[in-house]
């Protein structure tokens, strides 16, 4: 039989807010992306990704999971 049962303090995760990017922080992203791809078709979607992120709100997994689809 159990008399008493310990009690657990709750867990507290602060986590710091993601902030979009500045509008330079914004242009110097989608001019490097020809620089990491080669291939012009991978430059095409990275760079819609990249669009699709910025004026959806989408996290990086959700917008490949959700761009698969169409």
């Not at 012009?40 to 979607?45: F, G």
Request: charged share 25%.
């Amino acid at each position: 039989m159990i008399d008493h049962v310990l009690k657990l303090s709750p867990i507290k995760v602060t986590e710091p807010p993601t902030l979009p990017l500045t509008k330079a922080q914004y242009a110097k992203l989608l001019k490097s992306i020809p620089n990491e791809f080669r291939s012009p078709d991978k430059v095409k979607r990275v760079h819609a990704l990249i669009r699709l992120m910025r004026y959806s709100g989408l996290a990086i997994q959700d917008a490949v999971l959700d761009s698969m689809w169409v």
